[in-house]
C-alpha cells in the first residue's frame, strides 16, 4: 500500500510546528492574565456584595447578568477572530512586516472590539 | 388663622416636626387651649414612649447561634493541604519542564525574525489588553448596578 500520510507529513516544514508551539504557549500566557483579572475582579465584586448587605434579589441579578455575558462570549470571539484574520490578511497583502503591519492589526481588532460593544448596547436596549 | 379645630395630623406635625406646619396651624396652636392641650398629651405619649427600657432577651441568643453553626472538620483542613499539594506540585512539574526545555525553547526563538516574534506578541497583547478593558467594563457595570 503507498504511504501517502508519511509522504504528505514528512514534507511539512519544521517551521510550522515550531510556529504552533509558539502560539500556543502564547495562547496559555495570554489566557492565564485574562484568568488571574476575571478571578480578581470576581473575587472584589462579590466582596463588594457582601460589604454592602444587598438583598437576596439583587445580588441574584447581579449574579445572573455575569452568566449572560457569558451568552455572548461566542459573539465576542466571533468579532475578534474575524477581525484578526482580515488585520493578518490585510498585512499580507503589504510585506515585509513594519510598523504599518502593527497599525493594521491595531486598528482591525479595535474594529472588532467596536463592532462588539455596538452589538452590546442594541442587546441592552 | 383657622377658627375651627385643627385635624390630628396637623396637631402631631405642629408637636414633632415644626419646621414643616403651615402658618395658619402654629397662629390656632397659639390660641386655642384644647388644641395645645392635646399637642402636649401628644408630647407625653411621645416620652413615656421613650422612656421605655429596651427589650432584653431572657437568653444568650449569640450563645445559641454560635452552638448552631457547624464547627470545620477534620476532613475538610486535609482536603485544604491536599489542595495546596496539587498546586505545589503542578508549579513543581511546569518549573521543572521549563528547565529540562529550556534550549529548545530557546532555540524555538532563535531562526524567527526579531519582527515577527514582536509582530506575533504584540498581536496578543493587544488581544489580551481589549479583552481586560472587557472585563473591567463589565465589572464597573455590576458596581454600578450594587451602588443604585
Excluded at chain 1, 62 to 70: A, P, R
Excluded at chain 2, 13 to 34: N, P, Y
Excluded at chain 2, 117 to 144: E, G, P, Q, Y
Aim: negative net charge; hydrophobic residues 45%.
Amino acid at each position: 500500500m503507498k504511504p501517502i500520510f508519511i509522504k504528505q507529513l514528512s514534507e511539512i516544514d519544521p517551521d510550522v510546528y515550531k510556529v504552533i508551539v509558539i502560539l500556543f504557549i502564547i495562547v496559555m500566557v495570554m489566557r492565564f492574565i485574562v484568568m488571574i483579572l476575571r478571578k480578581m475582579l470576581d473575587h472584589k465584586l462579590k466582596n463588594k456584595i457582601i460589604d454592602k448587605g444587598v438583598s437576596e434579589d439583587l445580588a441574584s441579578s447581579i449574579l445572573q447578568t455575569e452568566s449572560n455575558s457569558e451568552k455572548h462570549a461566542n459573539i465576542k470571539w466571533f468579532a475578534i477572530l474575524l477581525t484578526t484574520g482580515i488585520g493578518l490578511f490585510i498585512t499580507d497583502q503589504y510585506l515585509p512586516l513594519g510598523i504599518h503591519s502593527f497599525g493594521i492589526m491595531a486598528i482591525s481588532i479595535a474594529i472588532g472590539f467596536l463592532a462588539y460593544s455596538i452589538y452590546l448596547k442594541g442587546f441592552d436596549k | 388663622m383657622k377658627t375651627t379645630h385643627v385635624s390630628d395630623h396637623d396637631i402631631q406635625q405642629f408637636t414633632f416636626d415644626l419646621s414643616e406646619c403651615e402658618a395658619d396651624i402654629i397662629k390656632h396652636m397659639h390660641s386655642c387651649g384644647a388644641c395645645k392641650e392635646r399637642a402636649e398629651s401628644y408630647l407625653l405619649l411621645s416620652n413615656t414612649i421613650k422612656d421605655q427600657p429596651e427589650p432584653v432577651l431572657e437568653f444568650n441568643l449569640t450563645e445559641l447561634v454560635l452552638d448552631q453553626l457547624p464547627q470545620s472538620s477534620n476532613k475538610e483542613s486535609t482536603y485544604t493541604y491536599f489542595i495546596y499539594f496539587l498546586i505545589i506540585a503542578s508549579i513543581g512539574v511546569v518549573v521543572t519542564a521549563l528547565y529540562l526545555l529550556k534550549d529548545t525553547l530557546i532555540h524555538l526563538f532563535s531562526n524567527t525574525t526579531t519582527i515577527s516574534t514582536s509582530f506575533i506578541i504584540s498581536v496578543a497583547m493587544l488581544i489580551t489588553f481589549a479583552l481586560s478593558l472587557d472585563l473591567v467594563r463589565s465589572f464597573n457595570k455590576k458596581t454600578n448596578m450594587l451602588n443604585y
